[in-house]
């Protein structure tokens, strides 16, 4: 059973780098593994969220978990896989970003109950009461800053244009001593994580070694890429958030529902929990009727289930195949209630009432009052070649104007970009 998650990684292909002989420990004993996450924004997104299921996995397979809140590393910042450095955050932010990130994350683990429950610890506990001079005498003497340099994340920078501050320096071996202090007060002997994780991790296990002679592991995942190489888990929005305010289920939906078919072929083993008898048939499925989208549907349908619910997931799809079916006459059907039910939640952007006093100019509403296109030549180019429609209405004239009357219950406006993208117009007070 305990060998599960090893075997788990492999055939999903997320298996990066590991340390001698973890294979052997996890098929042997429980073992107590963490990730960190450091509270940088005030929600998880989709890039952590493949951590986040590493977790479950660990867990499933009847080993322990920690989630480590990043409190003291996050007000550092980590310097892997960045080429500047970031911005450092106030205490407030910090804290808020860190009450968000824990409430996330306790609906993915069992905290609750078994020998295995997961624990959810924050750094900064142990770092508030330590000095510099503490930390430098105790910690920094038994890494060389030869070793440090050493790592790639380090040498990437110390090469580029922007350098490296001292403050981002030490993030390794602040994390190296989260790992130590794990192993030494709650007996975790291994440390999981991203690839841009793994000079972080064997520092760790380095200080480890180094303070009390013993061993500790090391296992790091793939950085999911999509299949033109750019970055997965962005939008042209940018991140796709689990926070249901900064990501709506209805966008979390369609993100899963509009990837490429290469793109699927690799997700779903990455994000689902289907089995490999699963995987395969629904492999087979879409092999023989892409067009209908087997993959995506499957796990458009398993991660928004798992990051929501399934009244959200009930909710995206009935809004998905209304926005593609629907007509004007649909549209004006629809009572108030039902209205804002089935398109609240696409994109909304509120419009004053003052600024409706007097007729807008659709361009205008389109790029300066929202900024449903970025630019006013990016919204004549699609107006002009019938893309946008109004109310399901198809509109090409730059200069219609829109009124309160356009607005349906008074209240609001369907924008259409293309056949994909839907936003809604609310008139605010």
């Known amino acids: 059973m305990k060998n599960q998650f090893f075997e788990e990684l492999q055939w999903r292909g997320i298996?990066?780098?590991?340390?001698?002989?973890?294979?052997?420990?996890?098929?042997?004993?429980?073992?107590?593994?963490?990730?960190?996450?450091d509270p940088t924004a005030d929600s998880l997104h989709i890039g952590n969220l493949m951590q986040i299921i590493?977790?479950?996995?660990?867990?499933?397979?009847?080993?322990?978990?920690?989630?480590?809140?990043?409190?003291?590393?996050?007000?550092?910042?980590?310097?892997?896989?960045?080429?500047?450095?970031r911005n450092l955050l106030s205490i407030d932010e910090i804290e808020k970003n860190k009450n968000a990130i824990k409430n996330q994350l306790a609906q993915f683990l069992n905290f609750n109950t078994g020998p295995n429950k997961a624990e959810m610890l924050d750094n900064y506990d142990w770092f508030k009461q330590m000095s510099f001079l503490e930390f430098a005498r105790d910690i920094g003497k038994h890494l060389t800053v030869n070793y440090m340099m050493a790592k790639d994340s380090v040498k990437s920078r110390l090469s580029g244009?922007?350098?490296?501050?001292?403050?981002?320096?030490?993030?390794?071996?602040?994390?190296?001593?989260?790992?130590?202090?794990?192993?030494?007060?709650?007996?975790?002997?291994?440390?999981?994580?991203?690839?841009?994780?793994?000079?972080?991790i064997t520092t760790g296990i380095e200080l480890i070694r180094r303070k009390s002679n013993a061993t500790a592991y090391g296992i790091t995942t793939k950085l999911i890429k999509k299949s033109d190489g750019s970055k997965f888990g962005k939008s042209?929005?940018?991140?796709?958030?689990?926070?249901?305010?900064?990501?709506?289920?209805?966008?979390?939906?369609?993100?899963?529902?509009?990837?490429?078919?290469?793109?699927?072929?690799?997700?779903?083993?990455?994000?689902?929990?289907?089995?490999?008898?699963?995987?395969?048939?629904?492999?087979?499925?879409?092999?023989?009727?892409?067009?209908?989208?087997?993959?995506?549907?499957?796990?458009?349908?398993?991660?928004?289930?798992?990051?929501?619910?399934?009244?959200?997931?009930?909710?995206?799809?009935?809004?998905?195949?209304?926005?593609?079916?629907?007509?004007?006459?649909?549209?004006?059907?629809?009572?108030?209630?039902?209205?804002?039910?089935?398109?609240?939640?696409?994109?909304?952007?509120?419009?004053?009432?003052?600024?409706?006093?007097?007729?807008?100019?659709?361009?205008?509403l389109l790029t300066e009052h929202t900024d449903i296109f970025k630019s006013k030549t990016e919204a004549r180019t699609m107006l002009k070649s019938n893309a946008v429609a109004i109310n399901k209405t198809k509109q090409m004239a730059e200069t219609f104007l829109i009124s309160k009357s356009n607005f349906i219950h008074h209240k609001y406006l369907l924008v259409s970009k293309g056949k994909k993208e839907h936003y809604l117009i609310l008139v605010s007070n």
């Open 236 to 364: 042209e929005g940018g991140n796709i958030w689990l926070d249901r305010n900064k990501t709506s289920p209805y966008k979390f939906y369609q993100f899963w529902l509009n990837i490429s078919d290469d793109d699927a072929h690799t997700m779903i083993k990455v994000f689902s929990f289907k089995n490999q008898e699963e995987v395969d048939k629904l492999y087979l499925q879409h092999k023989e009727a892409p067009h209908e989208r087997f993959l995506q549907k499957a796990l458009a349908q398993e991660v928004t289930i798992r990051v929501h619910s399934e009244a959200d997931y009930n909710q995206a799809v009935e809004t998905s195949l209304f926005l593609f079916k629907s007509t004007a006459d649909d549209l004006l059907k629809l009572d108030e209630h039902n209205f804002y039910k089935m398109l609240g939640g696409i994109d909304t952007y509120n419009v004053s009432q003052n600024n409706l006093q007097n007729d807008i100019q659709l361009i205008a």
């Open 15 to 37: 298996l990066q780098d590991c340390t001698p002989d973890i294979e052997n420990t996890l098929k042997q004993e429980m073992v107590t593994a963490y990730i960190g996450f």
């Open 161 to 200: 244009d922007t350098g490296m501050s001292f403050t981002e320096f030490t993030y390794q071996l602040i994390q190296g001593f989260d790992f130590y202090y794990l192993h030494k007060h709650h007996n975790c002997t291994l440390q999981l994580g991203g690839s841009d994780q793994w000079g972080n």
């Open 54 to 85: 590493t977790l479950t996995r660990l867990q499933s397979a009847g080993h322990k978990p920690i989630v480590l809140i990043g409190g003291a590393t996050g007000m550092i910042g980590d310097p892997s896989g960045k080429s500047t450095e």
